[in-house]
T-cell receptor, first 110, second 113 residues
Framework: EDQVTQSPEALRLQEGESSSLNCSYT??????LFWYRQDPGKGPEFLFT???AGEEKEKERLKATLTKKESFLHITAPKPEDSATYLC???????????FGKGITLSVRP | GAGVSQSPSNKVTEKGKDVELRCDPI?????LYWYRQRLGQGLEFLIY????????KSGLPSDRFSAERTGESVSTLTIQRTQQEDSAVYLC???????????FGSGTRLTVV
């Protein structure tokens, strides 16, 4: 059974204070690791897909990296508008659906 | 449409009543998923439709839950004899191909009183 663990559960940063969010996973035959952002009262919004260890993707202040056991979402010089819950999910083996972690709630203070 | 549309956005129902939740996926997306998100919990898979194949119902928590999809368009999730533990946000997502990731709707917030 695929498993995803995200840490920490919550993170409070000062504006401009860079940090990283962790996603550890167990999956039989990774076919993709996904990062989503979710704002209160809204559905998750797709950010990145990573397919193999060593792969990196960037979008504005966000950079996602992948190893064989975990993924990191690095946030460089965050702004208050980056405050949201960040979800990690995996697609593995013969599964046809994503398995999600519980998410990390990020708050960025001005 | 431009995105995944869900209705209603909010639903309050009395315990024991039946409810129907609707999802209108992105045109051309053959895959459609229903997930449930309880307060403080991760997204919980419910059911998956892919084209004309038999749906994957492995995530439905009980026989009170059922879902249908007409071809590659609208889907409805039905919960019969609702219980308080059914209170959650029900999210629908569609995808052109599973490895491309999903596009989610804004969800239906169901409250059973």
């Amino acid at each position: 059974e695929d498993q995803v663990t995200q840490s920490p559960e919550a993170l409070r940063l000062q504006e401009g204070e860079s940090s990283s969010l962790n996603c550890s996973y167990t999956v039989s035959g990774l076919r993709g690791l996904f990062w989503y952002r979710q704002d209160p009262g809204k559905g998750p919004e797709f950010l990145f897909t990573l397919y193999s260890a060593g792969e990196e993707k960037e979008k504005e202040r966000l950079k996602a990296t992948l190893t064989k056991k975990e993924s990191f979402l690095h946030i460089t010089a965050p702004k208050p508008e980056d405050s949201a819950t960040y979800l990690c999910a995996v697609l593995g083996g013969a599964n046809s659906k994503l398995t999600f972690g519980k998410g990390i709630t990020l708050s960025v203070r001005p | 449409g431009a995105g995944v549309s869900q209705s209603p956005s909010n639903k309050v129902t009395e315990k024991g009543k039946d409810v129907e939740l609707r999802c209108d996926p992105i045109s051309g997306h053959t895959a459609l998923y229903w997930y449930r998100q309880r307060l403080g919990q991760g997204l919980e898979f419910l059911i998956y439709f892919q084209g004309n194949s038999a749906p994957d119902k492995s995530g439905l928590p009980s026989d009170r839950f059922s879902a249908e999809r007409t071809g590659e368009s609208v889907s409805t999730l039905t919960i019969q004899r609702t219980q308080q533990e059914d209170s959650a946000v029900y999210l629908c997502a569609s995808s052109l191909q599973e490895s491309y990731g999903y596009t989610f709707g804004s969800g239906t917030r169901l409250t059973v009183v």
